[in-house]
């Protein structure tokens, strides 16, 4: 399953602009054009830090989805797990179950990356046991290299599950304590009606 379409993808128009850029993907993907402006992108950034904590120059995640379900894109929610995989088959689930895309909260909760699709061993609306094997994300630091994390994959690029601890890391910021956070996995998720 794969909701990309060529032209959905928005890069960050600035260094510290990764969840406006992943709200603007994840909006393109829902709609039928696509919107690459700064401008958006720049609005989003400023919604996103009104309706949720905003400590530093970012956004956090529970803006970022009360931006999306504001929006009228749905109900979107913040989802914490305890592991990897925990999480991974949620955003798996929730995607094949609303046909909206999911954010992954990597590198420690510092990045975000839209999945936006996934291949498994079996359909996730059927229940009952599957396994993801591969991840289409979309990096929106993409073409950028950083010094830490390294080169940034392309868009809708097809991502085997077991490379996913390279990046998808338990939260861990160090401009603060995260309670309900800390040691886990973070993710945005869209509810089914």
């Known amino acids: 399953m794969d909701l990309f379409r060529k032209g959905d993808f928005v ?38 830090r009104r309706l949720g904590p905003a400590p530093d120059k970012g956004s956090e995640p529970e803006g970022e989805a009360r931006t999306l379900t504001s929006l009228g894109y749905g109900k979107y929610r913040v989802l914490v797990t305890r592991t990897r995989t925990q999480a991974i088959h949620a955003a798996a689930t929730a995607i094949r179950l609303t046909g909206r895309p ?6 420690r909760g510092a990045h975000n990356w839209v ?56 939260w861990r910021r ?8 800390d040691g886990r996995f973070v993710l945005i998720v869209p509810v089914a009606r």
């Open 115 to 170: 999945m936006s699709g996934f291949r498994s061993t079996a359909d996730p609306a059927l229940g009952g046991d599957f396994r993801v094997t591969d991840l289409r994300i979309e990096d929106v630091w993409y073409p950028r290299i950083s010094s830490i994390w390294g080169e940034s994959r392309p868009p809708d690029v097809l991502v085997p599950a077991r490379l996913m601890p390279e990046d998808y890391l338990p």
């Open 174 to 181: 160090p401009t603060g304590r995260y309670p309900g956070k």
């Open 11 to 48: 890069g960050e128009k600035t260094p510290i602009w990764c969840a406006p850029a992943a709200l603007q993907t994840m909006i393109n993907i829902m709609s039928p054009g696509a919107d690459t402006t700064r401008k958006t992108q720049k609005l989003l950034h400023s919604i996103a």
């Open 102 to 107: 999911a954010a992954l909260l990597v590198w």
